[in-house]
Nanobody, 121 residues
Framework: QVQLVESGGGLVQAGGSLRLSCAAS????????MGWYRQAPGKQRELVAT???????NYADSVQGRFTISRNNAKNTVDLQMDSLKPEDTAVYYC???????????????WGQGTQVTVSS
């Protein structure tokens, strides 16, 4: 079993910063892509940022230049530094990972339970 545990959410004023962290634990061989998605009330879950094990990144246009994703492959962690936060960034943020469970196993997708980020105007 693979578990993703997020931390770092909270309440912040517009223009402020927050840092989210996610740690993967359990028995697995390798994590290919780790990243963050978010879901605001009444909206679909959307990609925020992802990072492949090789270092390539992908950001949503709405956060480009404000958010920075980073990853520690040795510790199986991924962080999201969020700066210049806006009220429209308010959402539940979910950690996500594509995990290969064994050296010859297939890759499966896992989700964390989510952490609330609220940005007040």
């Amino acid at each position: 079993q693979v578990q993703l545990v997020e931390s770092g959410g909270g309440l912040v004023q517009a223009g402020g910063s927050l840092r989210l962290s996610c740690a993967a634990s359990g028995r697995f061989f390798f994590i290919h892509t780790m990243g963050w998605y978010r879901q605001a009330p009444g909206k679909q879950r959307e990609l925020v940022a992802t990072m492949h094990s090789g270092g390539s990144t992908n950001y949503a246009d709405s956060v480009q230049g404000r958010f920075t994703i980073s990853r520690n492959n040795a510790k199986n962690t991924v962080d999201l530094q969020m700066d210049s936060l806006k009220p429209e960034d308010t959402a539940v943020y979910y950690c996500n990972a594509d995990v290969q469970t064994s050296i010859i196993g297939r890759t499966s997708n896992y989700w964390g339970q989510g952490t609330q980020v609220t940005v007040s105007s």
